[in-house]
């Protein structure tokens, strides 16, 4: 009797969910170059660059060589078109002659300098079709993260759902969970940012979330964090605007798009306070955007407190 039991890899399962071949492939290549990443985290001597990237931040030797894993990959699998990395300046093109079929954006390593105090990290990948970047994250056909923490996963987000695989010993990811679906509120938050700085709105949400009984879970990671809320199926991750960063911390196109695309199709909610993070009209690939990711009920009490405070403000 042939051995028929579906062994459930990440290229299998993708199949079974009816992903097209090319997407497929795309996914897989961004899981094999993770492994390098993964490895990478626990091999490379931690320190400085020497370099700085677009955002004027010091990279770290890690935070260069895992964009150099990932863009190396990417940009000779025949697969991408275009991409962009939060590590580099511009967007750039397919290292192959041949066209591929999809953009990708990605943060290679998102919270990198939190491998110094033996805290997990991840990447966070976003992916459109065809050759533009700069266009609203509702155009994304899948998003993904790897989170480098006690085990390696990858959170994968496609058109049915999120689904979540686990790097076993031997460099396979197989399905840990499937289908994610978030509830309508949860009881643990991210706050995010500098309290000091807050709007009233935002600090009025915090304190309403803590009088609550949320419960306060921040590791400093955006991908931990929201990992978090994700896996305990409810709860919010923000980070806020802030005074003097009316924009806040994070990044639409590497950050809030690809996250907001997996909350969303998990079944939560994604805005920047006002609206949908999903539907905001990028200006530019290193364009800010404040986040409230998570539970539907959550994320619809920080707009409301948010255009409270606000409203209150003009009446002044
Ligand atoms: P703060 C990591 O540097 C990061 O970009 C996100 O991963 C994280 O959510 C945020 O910044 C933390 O920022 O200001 O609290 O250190």
Redesign the pocket.
Known sequence: MPFNKKIRTLRAFLFEQGVEGTLRGLICEIAEASKYVDYAIKMTELGFAGTTNVFGEKQLALDVLSDELISSRLGNCGLVVNMASEEQQNIFSSFLNEPGEYSVCFDPL??S?LVDVNLAVGTIVSIYPGEDLVRPGREQVAALFVLYGPRTTMVVGIQNGVHEFTLNPLGSYTLSRENIRMEESGKIYSP???SRKYSPGHAALIESLKNGGHKLRYS????P?INHVLMKRGGLFT?PALEGSPRG??RLMFEANPMAFILEKAGGAASEGTMRILDVEPESIQDRCPVYLGSKKEVALAEKMLKKSASEKKAE
């Open positions: 998102d919270g300098s995010g940012g500098d400093g990671g955006m991908v964090d980070y911390k994070l």
